[in-house]
């Protein structure tokens, strides 16, 4: 029996979705392939899901709900077919939006351009930023970019009439017609709301935690703390710019407690800027006579890119800022933090000798960093660390390095 053009078509296509299908059952990485959990429900990518076709203008939507935030973008980095990992731990994600700011709920967060990027497998990671505080990740993958359809599957969509397919993905491919330049026409189907937070926003305390009269761990506690487990209404943030809660406890006390030690759930776009009141007053100690101003103000690495388990020099510009040549030398203490978890991952320390008004001196460093490879850490030096200067400012002594990637080198 000769089969029609048109049925050999429909037999393709049929065959090919059989083949995805089996493919993806046998790559259990298919949708684990991520560089990160995503344990935060207020940062959320709802679409595309993983395991899905991208081409063009694609709008991605999803949820970005976090009290302080200060911008979201999306990043994007290759995967290799056969492992759909990326070709190393060591690869870093590419900018694929401009940065946004404001809050969404179940919204279009951003328009992902796909047509710069080579058809192939890819991740997608949504990053958002808080002051004060690390970023806040959600990774999805892997997602295949096919701006350029293969010409079989073109062939197959020109002879075949016009009707729909709903894979398991939920996804509905529209067939036929008149064909677009790929071929084919992926339409978004009407997505079910993700369930978003709804009343008021509450705090649950990640361990016991002090509730505080203003938004510092200088003022006294309101007399009662939150255990671990324990949840509060969310009524405000410091107007002080600090990041710390304004919550109302069960037994309606009200203070303040720091985003550190908290989860927060619920919408907090609207949350109210609350005061603190002034800070308490503390004892002034009696100095001597200040002798000049200490500060760091550079950090250098070399390499500019330290790798993982091997010695890299910290290079840190202590200068005098002060009006009077310091009567003695100081020390500078030196730590390696890693961003995300604020974990201090090793230490150092090195000396400076008296400098004059304006003078500068280098001191060295070496380090050698272990942990966290292939994530984001930053140096943080201290000057005059065991207060042996009488200095003009005592509150500008510490310096934040720039962040810069650990290259995981020889570490599992």
Not at 242 to 261: C, M, Q, T
Not at 270 to 281: F, H, K, M, N
Not at 283 to 311: F, H, M, Q, W, Y
């Amino acid at each position: 029996m000769t089969r029609t053009p048109r049925r050999w078509a429909s037999l393709a296509l049929t065959l090919g979705v059989l083949l995805v299908s089996m493919v993806l059952a046998h790559q259990p990485q298919a949708t684990s392939a991520q560089s990160a959990p995503n344990t935060n429900p207020n940062v959320v990518i709802s679409f595309p899901p993983a395991v899905y076709v991208v081409r063009g203008q694609v709008e991605v939507r999803g949820t970005v709900n976090l009290p302080n935030l200060s911008n979201y973008f999306l990043e994007v980095r290759a995967l290799d077919a056969s492992t759909l990992r990326p070709a190393s731990e060591d690869e870093p994600f590419a900018p694929a939006s401009l940065a946004q700011t404001g809050v969404k709920i179940d919204d279009v967060l951003l328009v992902w351009d796909t047509t710069v990027l080579e058809d192939g497998l890819y991740e997608i990671r949504l990053r958002a930023n808080v002051s004060r505080q690390g970023a806040t990740d959600f990774v999805v993958s892997p997602l295949r970019v096919e701006n350029t359809p293969p010409p079989f599957l073109v062939e197959a969509i020109q002879a075949t009439p016009t009707h729909t397919i709903t894979p398991a993905g939920g996804s509905v491919i529209v067939i036929g017609g008149t064909p677009t330049a790929g071929g084919v026409i992926i339409s978004r189907p009407t997505l079910q709301a993700t369930p978003s937070p709804t009343g008021d926003p509450t705090v649950t305390a990640n361990t016991d935690a002090n509730v505080r009269v203003g938004d510092s761990t200088s003022y006294p506690t309101v007399g009662t703390p939150l255990l671990a487990g324990e949840q509060a209404r969310l009524l405000g943030i410091s107007a002080s710019g600090s990041g710390w809660y304004y919550i109302e406890l069960s037994n309606g006390r009200r203070g303040f407690i720091a985003p550190s030690i908290v989860t927060v759930a619920g919408n907090v776009a609207g949350l109210q800027r609350i005061q603190p009141p002034p800070p308490p007053a503390t004892p002034t100690p009696t100095r001597p006579p200040s002798t000049g101003d200490a500060v760091a103000n550079g950090i250098g690495l070399v390499p500019a890119e330290p790798r993982c388990n091997e010695a890299f020099q910290v290079q840190v510009n202590v200068s005098n800022v002060g009006s009077a040549t310091f009567s003695g030398g100081g020390t500078l203490f030196i730590y390696d933090e890693h961003i995300a978890s604020g974990t201090r991952t090793t230490t150092g320390t090195g000396s400076f000798p008296a400098l004059a008004p304006g003078q500068n001196f280098v001191v060295v460093i070496p380090m050698i960093v272990n942990s966290f490879p292939a994530e984001d850490h930053r140096i943080v030096a201290v000057v005059d660390s065991n207060n042996n200067i009488a200095e003009e400012n005592e509150g500008n002594n510490t310096f934040l390095g720039t962040a810069y990637r650990l290259r995981r080198a020889g570490c599992p």
